[in-house]
């Protein structure tokens, strides 16, 4: 392979564009922040950078560290049942003769198509009280019978409670976990699995020792990209949670509408984001000293 | 094996070409009209909140071109146009938003020789406290915030109490409140005996105290979509203002609107023209048609809201004239308060209590 460095005027010509977007409409408005997040408000539109801490010892309040808290522990749960559900999904894409595999990863991608937003309120009219689930359910019930035994059909509460939130979370995340998932699959090399069998090991203990450490880096890196997104999501918890689901995300959305309090808001934002910096860095550091199983 | 290093270097025509559609991609950027003013008009509203046809009949009267942005909440707006005025002529806060604007130099004065319309206001409106001599806005609608609530789920009477909503198990489970901190704690100090407005941080823990206990009642703190949620039988009594029940009243005969006794919220919208607004004379012309009678007509037979031109009001059905949610009787009025801005202070004071308040 090339060194960049023999062809210089190149390589600059090719990455200036990118550099410079990344620089003007990433990078800076972050500093943008990032300073503002040390300052205070002057007058009902005007933020000073003082050098001030208060935003962030203010964040250490209990009530925010609280919410923070349940914010981990919902997309903690909704990572672990997207890795439940996307691991089989994604083993059986690639174990599916090779004509179905392009159409299954089709329909993986599809929901991707339709903004995030629209697909949180078609989950509203599946789970509320007189959505497809209780319509179903009721239809189910009468066509069995069950009203003269047990009494009339009791609509299940699936939606405005804990369990929306996080059904939401996985299904909107669902394809962030399959792909990364999928192409780790697809690179393992089929005869590790049939040495391991050929030398007596179980299904179950051929997939616990073989297929799953082989296919951890996959596992890693869909967890990385369900988890961040899950703990900044402030829509999904805004339409579904109902009375009790505030999340960190709402939090900080409203620092920035109704109180006017950028400042603060910023403190918040740049807090979830040295934790997640935090969480990356303890990764790698475990990663580092492991002896990683190159593919 | 020698490998190959290409060396860059462009012949004249190369760079010439080059630097020729680059400039051409910058035309691509947006333009600003140096000559005088051209046929525009953008206008920032709520969803649903001027008549079907007013735009249409705008550009037919005076050859103006209306774009019309929409917003959800006053937030929305506040934020949007707190770092400077992103291009737009017309904007539509509520009273406490508009004095929010003023003291922050976000508006500039209406020139009331260019809107003889003006003199069709309602007199109750034609002065405000908000707003001295009506320098910086005009009215446009004005509404209570009430309960909502399904006849038969309620037993029977009339819910005009916020106490059903903030204090009682009636419709455990299936009331819904709104979802900001201003609306449902004012009201909250209303029932306890306060003032909507209030800034005693006393009062407002007090109110805090009894919407947490409350909390295990409520489904959801539903921010505008309160009408329909009682529409589709997923609550049964909500916090929401008079005109989005109105609507969904029309559609089914078992809903009612009620204002309650303690008193409410007396909110008022307000047309405005920020300032750095690119079509300054537009703007002018467009508040004044729609303070035209028969346009405000038009536009109060669309949206269903209590419209402060008292010329569109006479021009009315008796239907909307004398609608009990719609205009309430003098005595209610007199109990119900007009929102103030409160203070940057206060503001946050009652974030927090918010904030605690979600978390419990």
Known sequence: MESWKDNRQVFWILALPGTFWLLCFFLLPLGIIWLMSFGEKTSITDVAITGTLANYLRAFDPVYLQILWKSIWISVLATALCLLVAYPVAFGICFARPVWKPLLLLLVILPFWINLLIRTYALIAVFRT???????????????GLSPLIGPFQPLQLLYNDFAVIAGLVYVYMPFMVLP?????????????????????????????????????GVVSGIILVFIPCLGSFLT?????????????????????????????????????????????VRSALSGRKSGMEL | MPSFHPRFRPSRRHVLGGGAS???????????????????????????????????????????????????????????????????????????????????????????????NM??????????????????????????????YRKSKSGGGV????????????????????GDAQNVIG????????????????????????????????????????????????????????????????????LAYAVPTEGTLLWQDCVCIPK?????????????????????????????????????RALMDKDYQENPAIFPPEEVIAKCEPGIYVGEEAIKIRDEAWTRIQAA
């Not at chain 2, 002018?284 to 569109?312: M, P, W």
Request: hydrophobic share 45%; charged share 25%.
């Open chain 2, 22 to 116: 680059a400039l051409v991609g910058l035309t691509f950027l947006p333009r600003f009209a140096l000559s005088e003013e051209e046929k525009k008009l953008n206008f920032y509203n709520w969803d649903t909140y001027i008549g079907e046809t007013t735009l249409a009949d705008f550009k037919e009267a005076t050859g103006i071109d209306v774009k019309m942005d929409l917003f959800a909440d006053n937030d929305e707006l506040f934020a949007k146009l707190k770092e400077g005025n992103p291009g737009y002529d017309v904007i539509v806060p509520t009273n406490d938003y508009v004095e929010r604007m003023i003291k922050a130099g976000m508006v500039m004065p209406i020139d009331h020789a260019k809107i003889p």
């Open chain 2, 159 to 178: 819910m005009d109490s916020w106490k059903v909503l903030l204090d009682s198990d009636k419709f455990s489970g299936k009331l819904s409140l709104l």
């Open chain 2, 276 to 312: 750095g607004a690119p079509h300054p004379e537009n703007a002018h012309l467009f508040l004044n048609f729609i303070l035209d009678a028969e346009n405000g007509k038009k536009i109060a037979d669309t949206i269903q809201y209590a419209t402060a031109n008292a010329a569109a």
């Open chain 1, 237 to 281: 918890p805004d339409l579904l949670g109902g009375a009790n689901a505030v999340m960190i995300g709402n939090v900080i959305e409203r620092q920035f509408k109704a109180a006017n309090d950028w400042p603060f808001g910023a403190a918040l934002s740049f807090l979830l984001m040295y934790a997640t910096f935090f969480a990356l860095a």
């Open chain 2, 187 to 254: 009201c909250t100090l209303k029932y306890l005996g306060h003032s909507f407005n209030s800034t005693n941080p006393a009062e407002i823990k007090e109110a805090e105290e009894l919407l947490i206990k409350q909390k295990k009642n409520v489904k959801v703190f539903a921010d505008d979509n309160g009408q329909d949620l009682l529409a589709s039988g997923e609550v049964d009594a909500c916090m929401e203002w008079n005109g989005d029940i109105i609507q969904v009243m029309k559609e089914d005969k078992d």
């Open chain 1, 130 to 144: 007189n959505g497809f689930v209780n319509a179903g359910l009721a239809f189910l019930y009468d066509l069995v």
């Open chain 2, 119 to 148: 003199s069709n206001i309602d007199k109750k409106f034609q002065d405000a406290a908000f707003d001295p001599g009506r320098k910086y806005s005009i009215p446009y609608m004005w509404g209570t915030l009430g309960i909502g």
């Open chain 1, 181 to 217: 998932l999928y192409a780790t699959i697809e690179r393992l090399d089929r005869s590790y699995l049939e040495a391991s069998l050929d030398l007596g090991a179980s299904q179950s203990r051929t997939f616990l020792s073989v297929t799953l450490p082989l296919t951890m880096p």
